[in-house]
């Protein structure tokens, strides 16, 4: 788990756990978070994660609150 604040968190997810939700009917779903900092993603990415780089992800945290779905 990632947290944003002391009573909310993100919860971390496997490879495998992850293959199946992009597999599943419900992909359009999934709201993902890619934490990686820019030159990690740019060696490797999957189409539609939203990258908030973990040195920035403290500062972006009330932002992201708002905008993504509890």
Do not use: C, Y
Not at 25 to 53: C, K, M, T, W
Request: no cysteine; aromatic share 4%.
């Amino acid at each position: 788990m990632v947290a944003l604040f002391d009573n909310q968190s993100i919860p971390e997810i496997s490879p495998k756990e992850l293959q199946r939700h992009l597999n599943s009917d419900h992909r359009d779903q999934l709201q993902l978070l890619d934490v990686r900092e820019p030159q990690e993603v740019s060696l490797a990415s999957l189409d539609g994660f939203r990258v908030i780089p973990l040195s920035q992800f403290r500062q972006l945290a009330e932002k992201l609150l708002q905008e993504l779905d509890p």
